[in-house]
Nanobody
Framework: QVQQVESGGGLVQAGGSMRLSCAAS????????MGWFRQAPGKEREFVAS????????YYADSLKGRFTISRDNGQNTVHLQMANLKAEDTAVYYC??????????????????WGQGTQVTVSS
């Protein structure tokens, strides 16, 4: 089992940048593919980005490519989400998730086994 704690959220102006971090505790962090999801008020939780277990392949939601970058450090048990050129529509609670799915960069919520509590990101226009 792995537990995640997100940090780095807050208030930022449109056009600004923000870096979210997810610190994982527990065993064998490198056995998990990691992902970021977000949920805006009144909307479903949606996929943002994911990174594979060992070879660090990444995958992004189409609408976020070029603005968001996911990375992981297996030695530090952390995963980061660097967000640039933020827009008001990026306002949401951002969640870090861990998946035991073998291979690839999972995008579906139902294949993620463990979730953090989330961190609020608010982009003012």
């Amino acid at each position: 089992q792995v537990q995640q704690v997100e940090s780095g959220g807050g208030l930022v102006q449109a056009g600004g940048s923000m870096r979210l971090s997810c610190a994982a505790s527990g065993r064998a962090f490198s056995n998990y593919a990691m992902g970021w999801f977000r949920q805006a008020p009144g909307k479903e939780r949606e996929f943002v980005a994911s990174v594979s277990r060992f070879d660090h392949n990444t995958y992004y939601a189409d609408s976020l490519k070029g603005r968001f970058t996911i990375s992981r450090d297996n030695g530090q048990n952390t995963v980061h989400l660097q967000m640039a050129n933020l827009k008001a529509e990026d306002t949401a609670v951002y969640y870090c998730a861990a998946s035991l799915l073998v291979g690839g960069v999972p995008t579906r919520k139902d294949v993620y086994n463990y979730w953090g509590q989330g961190t609020q990101v608010t982009v003012s226009s």
